[in-house]
């Protein structure tokens, strides 16, 4: 859900508080995004090695105290530099939540409907963008840009909380279990 929110609070903000102008906001979002995507793979074998769920604990909640750094910084200063080191923290943040939930969805999947399961899953995780988006118009208007990144710091300790609760093991045995069905047919 806080995809939907980050791009169109990010630009706003840069263009209306910062003074960027919407082409030099793309070149550097550009750039961001192309660095941050070439780190993601230089950390996949990490993530690998160490475990998705732990990585994506980590990139939570780095990305709920940079969002929330962000929203004290955007309420007390139009600090270029501060915004831009929020900004390479958040979109690496991004990165890395994005590549860990996939990973995980991957070993959710069940060998034989992969394909189904995680074209489920991806479309799953773009409603959720969507969605965000979508319940954020309401409010948009009436939050300062400060609390806007509060508002992403939250679902980002929101999500920390589900990811507590989320037990993939239980997930694996069902998954052993249908494939030792599946086996005996």
Same mark, same amino acid.
């Not at 929110?5 to 840069?14: E, Q, R, S």
């Not at 996949?44 to 750094?69: C, N, Q, T, W, Y």
């Given at each position: 859900?806080?995809? &939907?929110?980050?791009?169109?609070?990010? *630009?706003?903000?840069?263009?209306q508080?910062l #003074?960027?102008? +919407?082409?030099?906001?793309?070149?550097?979002?550009?750039?961001?995004?192309?660095? %941050? !995507? $070439?780190?993601?793979v230089?950390?996949?074998?990490?993530i690998d090695?160490? #475990? *998705?769920?732990?990585?994506l604990?980590?990139?939570?909640?780095?990305?709920?105290?940079?969002?929330?750094?962000? &929203?004290?910084? *955007?309420?007390?200063t139009?600090?270029?530099?501060?915004?831009?080191?929020? !900004?390479?923290?958040?979109?690496?943040? #991004?990165?890395?939540?994005f590549?860990?939930?996939?990973?995980?969805?991957m070993n =959710?999947?069940? +060998?034989?409907?992969?394909? +189904?399961?995680?074209?489920?899953?991806?479309?799953?995780a773009? $409603?959720?963008?969507? +969605?965000?988006? =979508?319940?954020?118009?309401?409010?948009?208007d009436?939050?300062?840009?400060?609390?806007?990144? =509060?508002?992403?710091?939250?679902?980002?300790?929101?999500?920390?909380?589900?990811?507590?609760f989320f037990?993939?093991? $239980?997930h %694996?045995?069902? =998954?052993?279990?249908l494939?030792?069905?599946?086996?005996?047919?």
């Amino acid at each position: 859900m806080r995809g &939907g929110l980050v791009t169109p609070v990010f *630009a706003a903000f840069a263009v209306q508080d910062l #003074g960027l102008s +919407t082409t030099e906001y793309s070149r550097f979002v550009s750039g961001l995004s192309i660095a %941050a !995507a $070439v780190i993601g793979v230089a950390l996949g074998p990490f993530i690998d090695r160490f #475990g *998705a769920r732990r990585f994506l604990m980590g990139a939570l909640i780095v990305g709920a105290v940079s969002h929330a750094i962000g &929203g004290v910084l *955007a309420e007390r200063t139009n600090d270029l530099v501060a915004f831009g080191a929020v !900004a390479v923290v958040v979109y690496l943040v #991004g990165q890395v939540v994005f590549i860990t939930v996939i990973a995980l969805f991957m070993n =959710l999947c069940w +060998t034989k409907v992969a394909a +189904t399961q995680f074209a489920v899953y991806m479309a799953l995780a773009n $409603v959720g963008i969507a +969605t965000g988006g =979508l319940l954020f118009v309401p409010f948009a208007d009436h939050l300062s840009f400060g609390q806007d990144f =509060l508002v992403m710091a939250g679902l980002f300790v929101v999500s920390a909380l589900g990811l507590v609760f989320f037990k993939e093991g $239980v997930h %694996a045995q069902r =998954l052993e279990a249908l494939k030792a069905r599946a086996a005996r047919m």
